[in-house]
């Protein structure tokens, strides 16, 4: 299912006209506006009127006033539906079938297209009704033709009441990301709207208001009806006024373009770009995004010298990084945006020291009921993920510290897994070991011992978890299975002798590291998959069985007479779970500690918690380690904070995702992928419970993970759980961070004529993720592109 692109081209001005309210006068100001494009440059441009949903009789359609009283415009309706009522009902009620939003956008765009390519020109797109009104499918207006993207002349409300409901429709254009490029309106001296509009609009961003007089009234006898309209049209002054009106369009319009023309070249010039290499860099390689919506990017696609060319000026890209892992209900997501509008509404920023706010204790709870986690009740508030993991060392060795009597002075470090990576502050940084992300950082000092581990892919159609060379003699050679659900079946494979040799490794390196004379203050690990690691799949049971052997292992660690107070209480060390990328159902459940069959002591909760619109960050905690900063003395305290701590707006942005997503789940919107991907026998009844469904599966086909696997030429091994895809490129000097191998697949991914894939690399390691509304269309779509790209690097 291709995506819909943005309407923009050099040579055709496109406006959408929207109404306050219905009988606002839309197609008289459509009417004077066609005839005034038409005189625009000496009469040299064409000019045409789409209306893509009409209601009433076919003979008194919209379109055929615009015939009438604009006869050099060519005319077109998308669909017409003869009862004059609501765009919904009319659709329900002719017995036709309904087109979909995207079925209806996509005819807009080609007409738009065909528009283009005829000349230079003007487009005016007439909505039905109000704002509001919904569409043949029943979507608001305001939400189908979002996508569009093109300016809004929007006609006000001239009557009684009119000057509210003229706000209230441009406030609701405003939110959902349209530029209202002029405001028109019928004169009426009872109400005297206008005025108070001009004054309202002027400090909304000089929005100009333009006011004609008002059409004449209805005559009986369609004759004299028809001579007074044709009267009324040639009025000078109307016909002057709306004049002007296209004119400050075109300029607008020659704005914008050289606006997204140059903005490349001016960020070349001014920005300083996150984990870029500024010197490989050039303005080319800039992409400019005008707008954004559902899974794609509207990114500017310069034309070079071809100024007169009718191809788009835009063009859609996938989202194939889900905005740096953080969207999960789409971009422009409305009920991510009207949350965030109604707790600035309510709140702005309020200090959070000793306060509290609704949205805040809200999702404080809902997070920890969300887990499910007995050992978590408390919620500490940071801004990103990076910090909510300091906050969360924090937490780990102070608590270690306190129980087991180390002095203030010692050296307390963290274990982890070889790969992991926590952010870039200094201080979880340093629970990092040395790597491209830090080595050249002067601060860096690597706190900690960090395990190697066997990792999971599937090769040539296996899922294999592979055992490093230096490990086997420890480890053993590794396992093959036939699905992924097998992998993470940890509760049978922890039967088998893997588990204990997996155990009794752990505690080996534990005991070496004892009696070194080194003190440890937490686990610290991502569960199932390293992220910024470069996309690695660790065995869950390896993650298992090392929490279970740090649990257990407080002899080598501390002192072995302190024992926890409680089955909650955490032991051995403290385990922390960053699940700032993998959580959330990023990997298919809520959180991806239940994977491993645990219960960490402390988790780390950002990106996909505010479902890509803001930051924040949550750090949950055991009662066990809130108690640890118990005390009379305030420099006891958790000394911790930001400015912007637990900041309403982000709060109930997190609080509306959660229950989006917690919703989505219980629905089960993902079942398509749950049964038709990755299940052996498909559940018959999609209704059916979660419990029936696999433990481990994706929006990735497993027929296309297979066909990937199976490139070996290309490809050393490829995953994919839940929205996560991960293909390791072949790379003959090891791979790692800095390989290029990735780079010609993803520069293949962003050619394309219709619409290409916007994605970001970790070395060899190409990966790619859906939003959590990725359609079954969109990501077989994606599949078909990613096979083609793959056969053609």
Not at 153 to 182: C, F, H, M, P, W
Request: one cysteine or more; charged letters at 20%; proline letters at 5%.
């Amino acid at each position: 299912m291709a995506p819909i692109q943005s309407l923009l081209w050099r040579r055709l001005r496109i406006h959408q006209i929207y109404g306050a309210n219905t009988d606002v006068g839309k197609t008289i100001f459509s009417t004077f506006l066609c005839n005034a494009a038409s005189n625009h440059r000496g009469g040299a441009d064409r000019v045409a009127y789409l209306k893509p949903v009409s209601t009433g009789p076919g003979d008194e359609a919209d379109s055929n006033h615009i015939k009438r009283f604009a006869p050099s415009t060519s005319t077109e309706v998308l669909y017409q539906y003869d009862i004059p009522c609501s765009p919904h009902t009319a659709a329900i009620a002719s017995g036709r079938p309904i087109p979909s939003d995207h079925a209806l956008l996509r005819k807009i765009q080609e007409a738009a297209a065909r528009e283009a390519g005829l000349g230079p020109g003007w487009l005016f797109l007439e909505t039905a009704g109000g704002v509001h009104s919904p569409g043949p499918s029943g979507t608001s207006q305001a939400e189908l033709y979002a996508p569009l993207r093109s300016p809004v002349l929007l006609v006000g409300d001239s009557r009684l009441g009119g000057i509210s409901q003229t706000i209230s429709s441009y406030e609701s254009l405003k939110i959902r990301g349209y530029d209202v490029a002029s405001v028109l309106l019928f004169e009426n001296d009872q109400y005297n709207n206008d005025g108070y509009l001009e004054e309202y609009f002027d400090n909304q961003g000089k929005i100009p208001v333009t006011t004609i007089p008002e059409p004449p009234t209805k005559h009986s006898n369609q004759d004299e009806d028809v001579a007074a309209l044709a009267a009324y049209y040639s009025h000078t002054v109307s016909s002057s006024k709306i004049g002007k009106v296209v004119e400050v369009l075109d300029k607008r319009a020659e704005d914008r373009i050289s606006q997204l023309e140059s903005m490349s070249e001016r960020a070349f010039k001014t920005i300083w770009y996150p984990f870029t290499q500024q010197k490989l860099l050039s303005p080319s390689s800039i992409s400019t995004i005008d707008s954004a919506h559902g899974d794609h990017f509207q990114i500017y696609k310069s034309q070079g010298a071809a100024k007169s060319s009718d191809k788009p000026l835009i063009q859609p890209a996938f989202d194939g990084s889900a905005s740096w892992w953080t969207q999960g209900l789409g971009h422009a997501s409305s009920q991510l945006t009207l949350a965030a509008a109604y707790a600035a509404g309510r709140y702005g920023h309020v200090m959070f020291a000793e306060a509290v706010h609704e949205p805040a204790i809200t999702l404080a709870e809902n997070l920890l009921r969300g887990m499910q986690n007995p050992r978590l009740t408390r919620a500490f508030y940071t801004d990103n993920g990076s910090t909510g993991c300091e906050v969360a060392i924090k937490m780990a060795l102070r608590a270690s510290r306190d129980r087991y009597g180390w002095d203030v002075k010692d050296k307390i470090e963290i274990l982890g897994l070889k790969g992991s990576y926590h952010g870039d502050t200094i201080g979880a940084m340093d629970a990092s070991e040395p790597c491209t992300f830090n080595e050249k950082v002067d601060w860096y000092q690597g706190k900690g011992y960090w395990f190697d581990y066997p990792t999971v892919n599937c090769t040539n159609g296996k899922w294999v978890v592979h055992v490093p060379e230096a490990l086997r003699e420890h480890l053993g050679g590794g396992e093959e299975f036939e699905a992924l659900s097998h992998v993470f079946d940890v509760s049978s494979r922890s039967e088998s002798a893997v588990l204990d040799r997996y155990e009794t490794y752990v505690q080996l390196v534990l005991e070496q590291l004892g009696k070194q004379g080194r003190k440890f203050g937490g686990l610290m690990m991502e569960p199932v998959i390293l992220g910024a690691g470069g996309m690695i799949f660790v065995d869950p049971l390896f993650q298992r069985a090392l929490v279970n052997a740090v649990r257990k292992s407080a002899h080598l660690i501390g002192n072995a007479h302190v024992q926890p107070t409680g089955e909650n209480d955490w032991s051995g060390l403290p385990v922390i779970h960053d699940e700032v990328f993998t959580g959330l159902y990023r990997l298919g459940r809520f959180t991806p500690s239940s994977f491993l069959g645990v219960h960490p002591d402390i988790t780390v909760h950002a990106k996909l918690l505010t479902g890509g619109l803001l930051p924040l960050c949550l750090t949950l905690a055991s009662d066990s380690i809130f108690k640890t900063f118990e005390s009379d003395d305030k420099s006891d305290a958790l000394l911790h904070g930001h400015s912007y701590t637990a900041h309403a707006i982000g709060c109930n942005v997190a609080v509306e995702t959660l229950n989006e997503l917690q919703t989505m789940d219980s629905r089960g919107d993902w079942n398509w992928a749950r049964n038709s991907n990755w299940k052996e026998d498909p559940v018959p009844d999609s209704s059916q419970v979660n419990a029936a469904l696999p433990e481990a599966w994706s929006v990735w086909s497993r027929d296309f993970v297979t066909e990937v696997s199976k490139r070996t030429e290309k490809v050393s091994g490829v995953w994919a759980l839940g929205s996560v895809l991960a293909i390791t490129m072949c790379d003959a000097d090891g791979g790692g961070y800095k390989s290029r191998a990735a780079t010609d697949f993803q520069a293949a991914l962003k050619q394309g004529e219709a619409w290409s894939v916007h994605s970001r690399v970790l070395g060899n390691v190409f990966y790619i993720m859906a939003s959590q509304k990725t359609s079954q269309e969109t990501v077989e779509e994606m599949e078909r592109k990613l096979l083609y790209c793959l056969e053609k690097i």
